[in-house]
């Protein structure tokens, strides 16, 4: 009987990492499209899109709730750059084109090498999350919610 709770306590165990892990991914893949999306307005105009900037700031915050200091840190050092962007010149597309050739538009680059905590797959365009992420939280036994 005490073998059968363990497994049975077990199996729930991985299935509620597995399911925290799915959430965070989701919520990472939207928010580095949030972020894309915002960059670029940022670049190519000096009136800022509030509607973008509140709704990455929403995962933004989110963020902040489940996931590592490290994760935070390159979020916010993301969200920063969007901001401070706004306030520089307007970028024609000639100069999109190069900063595109030179790799200076990868918002992701060296927020993601920096932290190491969110970095887009080649191979797939889905996230590879670091699995210091996803370590349990002490003195948590239920967190998960049902998602949508």
Known sequence: MVTNWHNQRNQLRAQWVSHEKNHRQILYRDFIDEASKCYIDALQHDKADVAGLVGLYAKFS???????????????????RIVDTYLEPQKDFVELRDMVNNGTIDLLRDSARLAGGIRTSSRRGALAIVRADFAPIQGVTQRCTPCS
């Open 62 to 80: 989110r963020m902040r709730m489940l996931s590592s200091d490290t994760v935070v840190a390159s979020a916010e050092q993301i969200t920063r």
